[in-house]
């Protein structure tokens, strides 16, 4: 299994200008399989150490962290022998699964789930012709694929107004600068009473926005995807509220492709 991940790995080489992907080591995925309660599928962790969870390989298919922790809380005494890989199609009520039960099964699984009845569970294609087929369009139209050069993560960070002065403190670290006082966010009617400033980071305008109440706080930022992780500003930033114990709320969004 390994030997067929590091092949189809080997035919991303030539593309490697606009195929993005950062594999997992095996304590950040065992650390993962914590989160979840249960060892997962071996063929789905052959591609976590491949390609990660921060990848654009598989491009029509969402493989996401934290979705995938959602859906196994979700299913964990429903569906208790599958683990559920959050690949999404056009089927907003299809869950999408893999055996846990055979570790070793390449199957993966589609069923239907109406608020908690779910339908029969069929197979829809191997997860290793899934990634063939994801590499395959690649190789065949490499220049519809948008540079890493341009290709951004973003974050939101939600906090109460009890850490925002030692939350401002510590963004001041990262080089966040206020340019502007706090005003409405909408004009000429700001129905809600939510308030913006605009402030500086990394060398762009972010907003921080506020309630009528003062009492929530929300940033967002964007950062290259090509930031190396010792570089990134919001790894910087989750250590530093770390360490002072200062409690948030994050949500990222990885691999947003500009415009």
């Not at 790995?9 to 095996?26: A, F, G, N």
Request: glycine letters at 4%.
């Amino acid at each position: 299994m390994k030997i067929m991940f590091k092949e189809l790995q080997k035919r991303l080489i030539k593309y490697s200008d606009v195929v993005y992907y950062s594999p997992m080591t095996e304590e950040e995925v065992s650390q993962f399989e914590q989160k979840v309660g249960k060892k997962i599928n071996l063929v789905f962790r052959e591609f976590l150490l491949t390609f990660g969870f921060t990848q654009d390989v598989l491009r029509d298919f969402e493989v996401d962290e934290r979705s995938i922790l959602e859906d196994a809380e979700y299913l964990k005494d429903k569906l208790p022998d599958y683990f559920p890989i959050s690949i999404e199609v056009d089927e907003f009520d299809t869950i999408y699964l893999m055996s846990n039960s055979n570790r070793t099964d390449k199957i993966v699984y589609k069923v239907r789930d109406n608020a908690g009845e779910f339908g029969e569970i069929t197979k829809y294609d191997t997860f290793t012709n899934i990634l063939e087929k994801s590499i395959q369009m690649i190789e065949d139209n490499p220049g519809d694929r948008c540079p890493n050069s341009e290709k951004i993560n973003n974050y939101e960070y939600m906090f109460t107004s009890k850490y925002y002065d030692d939350f401002i403190e510590i963004l001041n670290v990262v080089g966040l600068k206020q340019k502007t006082d706090w005003r409405a966010k909408y004009y000429p009617e700001n129905v809600f009473g939510d308030e913006i400033a605009i402030f500086e980071l990394l060398g762009e305008e972010v907003l921080l926005e506020r309630n009528e109440d003062k009492t929530e706080y929300r940033l967002e930022f964007d950062e290259p995807i090509l930031f190396a992780k010792e570089n990134s500003i919001s790894m910087k930033i989750d250590n530093l509220l770390k360490a002072k114990r200062i409690e948030y709320e994050k949500d990222e969004f990885k691999l947003i492709e500009t415009e």
